[in-house]
């Protein structure tokens, strides 16, 4: 038994590598190791020399199992030590370049609409892209007959063979939004709904997809002086300059009286500047909420007025920004992306001039 255990532990004490530790496992404990055979003779001994060399084969096993452990860890510590002593890294180096997204144009215009509104107490509302006929057109006034549907290019999600409800619309622009805000929280209210819209259009300046911010003031004397204060706030906060602007008397079924709001530009040298030269640019269509608007809405309109507008997002980031042509906005073009798109840092507030 003590030869067995020096021959063991002294080849284990020597072995120099993993491979040749388990071929010694394999030797003494495993299933046909040497210690594995002497235990299987024990059957053959008189109970007396079993009651001896029992005990003492288990604890030479375990003794051998211990040493194996052991040397396993220090090869590895030693195979650590060794790659330690021949690898490093040099922390000094400067970081690998990573290519960071940017923010969208539309995102950024978004934003910026909503940090400006929300400095005039204007909450931020939303709706469903899927919107019901009903909201979309009979609660603002437009009845199935009605030009101003056919006009709107609409795309319908129609319902399945054999439903008969009427179909769905992906909503042509953010105004039933205002009809979901008044109908959730009644009225006084002071809302802006920024989204996407859709027509079926494409051209330099449409895209079948494209995005609009509505805004709605309701109280109980709100008057289209107040909302010409607001927009020209609104501009002249967006454009980082005063901004001059027509109010022209057009006509929308949601509003009466309605007007199309143009701002000052110029043309000189071929690209558009915005509050110089005398030129005009339409960017939103307003007026006061129609009496019929918010009784669709539930809002009494015996005892409240207000205004609403509804103004292109897309366009007014190209005017900002000088991005010529629209459909390049949802290209996903990587190059145009990173010319046109903002740093995430860049968050708009009113303190940083939006
Ligand atoms: N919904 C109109 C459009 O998409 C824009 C608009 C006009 C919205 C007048 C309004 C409004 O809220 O009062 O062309």
Known sequence: MDDLKAK???????????????????????????????????????PEERQTAGPALNALKDEINSALAAKKAALSDAALDERLKTEWLDVTLPARDRRLGTVHPVSQVWEECTAIFADMGFAVSEGPQVEDAWYNFDALNIPGHHPARAEMDTFYMHRAEGDDRPPHVLRTHTSPVQIRAMQAQGAPIRTISPGRVYRADYDQTHTPMFHQVEGLAIDRDISMANLKWV????????????????????????????????????????????????DWLEVLGSGMVHPKVLSAAGVDPAEWQGFAFGMGIDRIAMLKYGIPDLRAFFDSDLRWLRHYGFSALQVPTIRGGV
Not at 34 to 42: A, F, G, W, Y
Not at 249 to 276: L, M, N, R, Y
Request: charged share 30%; hydrophobic share 35%; aromatic share 10%.
């Open 8 to 46: 063991y532990l002294d080849a284990i004490g020597v072995a120099p590598d993993e491979n040749a530790l388990e071929e010694l496992r394999v030797q003494a404990v495993g299933k046909k190791g040497e210690i594995s055979l002497r235990m299987r003779e024990l059957g053959k001994m008189t």
């Open 231 to 278: 927009l020209e706030e609104f501009f002249t906060a967006y454009f980082g300059r005063t901004v001059k602007t027509r109010f022209r008397a057009s006509h929308f079924p949601f509003t009466e009286p309605s007007a199309e709001v143009d701002i000052q530009c110029s043309w000189e040298g071929g690209t558009v500047k915005v509050g110089e030269g005398d």
